[in-house]
Each structure stands twice: as structure tokens, then as C-alpha cells.
């Protein structure tokens, strides 16, 4: 299967991720919690974390990010 839209690899490491991009994430995830697994609701802070993080290679791109919970992802980092 090919994708319909290209992959999005951000330019720097600080670029914002666009909201179609975050959709996608979303939807790829299926609103859930990397870190817990816990679906995420409206009101609950989060986060788009990457899997793999820049400090150790990891890319700022659409295949490298995540969702979580806010809390889960600061007790984590």
C-alpha cells in the first residue's frame, strides 16, 4: 500500500509538527498512550513524544512520533 500524502520529516529539530501531521499520529495511534495505553481523552494534557529521542539519533518525523499522557511522559523523561 502507498501512502496518499508523503511522510513528514521536519527541516530542524525544533520545527512544529503540523496539524495534519498530528492527525495522522492521532489516528495511527488510535488516541491511545504509548506509555500507558490509556485511551486519551479531550480533557487530558499530552504530549507528542518521539520513540526514539533526538538526543539519541532519533529523527523528528511523523514515523518517530507518539502520543502521551503528559504526566506519564514526564515521569518517564
Do not use: Q
Not at 2 to 19: C, E, G
Not at 21 to 40: A, P
Not at 53 to 68: K, Q, T
Amino acid at each position: 500500500m502507498t501512502r496518499s500524502v508523503p511522510l513528514w520529516i521536519a527541516k530542524s529539530d525544533d520545527a512544529a509538527i503540523p496539524k495534519a501531521v498530528k492527525l495522522r499520529i492521532w489516528l495511527r495511534e488510535g488516541g491511545r498512550c504509548s506509555i500507558t495505553g490509556r485511551k486519551i481523552l479531550t480533557s487530558d494534557a499530552f504530549d507528542y513524544e518521539h520513540r526514539v529521542p533526538l538526543s539519541m539519533g532519533g529523527e523528528h518525523s511523523e514515523s518517530n512520533l507518539c502520543l502521551a499522557l503528559r504526566d506519564a511522559h514526564r515521569r518517564k523523561s
